[in-house]
């Protein structure tokens, strides 16, 4: 007969962080990367962000570390198996580093969670789930998970897709707009011309949305 164990024990995750020259208090703009990307692409993705330099720039790498078919290093944020597990320690994860940045850096109030593709439902689950509430949730080429519910918790919202994006069908993007529809969430829709990565065109909308809380 064979049985499965879980077994919890202790894994070190990678977090980098860019402060801006200025002192602080300072907004927090925390990313997750896609499938196979690691923290450095997500942090150039939102160094590219229009006036995000007056944020504190945090870019999460996912717990699990593999090598790509191109033979570099990149990690991934879950999988199928045994997900609502994963999904339990993600949040564990993403509530230490929330922890160790507000005792590292002077943070003010104001939170945003940006995630791109595999790391768009970690941001919707780090904004519904984690024990700080954001002021807003950026979603770049992924989807709002269909078990996360009370989606007014993330206050505000700006949901984005390339034109010829595969990853994230046509029909997946429109299931996700009624649901924050439907529930009432302030969303932005940002649909631009290009496939699965940023384009020109989402970084003026994303640049836009970040404004509405710094003030820029």
Excluded at 56 to 77: D, I, K, M, Q
Excluded at 168 to 184: G, I, N
């Amino acid at each position: 007969m064979i049985s499965e164990h879980h077994i919890l024990t202790g894994v070190s995750g990678r977090v980098l962080v860019e402060k801006p020259p200025h002192e602080g208090p300072f907004p927090l703009l925390l990313g997750f990367h896609g499938y196979g990307r690691s923290a450095e692409d997500e942090l150039a993705l939102l160094e590219s962000l229009p006036g995000s330099s007056s944020w504190l720039r945090c870019a999460v790498e996912a717990l699990h570390p593999f090598y790509t078919g191109g033979g570099t290093c990149g990690a991934s944020w879950m999988t199928s198996r045994n997900r609502e597990r994963m999904i339990d320690d993600n949040t564990r994860y993403m509530d230490a580093v929330l922890s160790d940045l507000e005792t590292a850096y002077p943070l003010g109030d104001i939170l945003v969670y940006h995630g791109f593709s595999q790391g768009a439902p970690m941001a919707c689950r780090a904004a519904l789930c984690c024990s700080r509430r954001p002021s807003g949730v950026m979603l770049l080429g992924g989807d709002i998970p269909p078990e996360c519910r009370g989606l007014g918790r993330m206050e505000s919202v700006h949901i984005a897709r390339g034109d010829g994006d595969r990853l994230y069908p046509r029909e997946v993007f429109e299931r996700d707009l009624k649901r924050l529809h439907d529930e009432a969430v302030p969303f932005v829709q940002c649909d631009f011309h290009g496939g699965h990565e940023a384009a020109p065109e989402y970084l003026v909308s994303a640049g836009g949305f970040l404004a509405r809380f710094s003030g820029g």
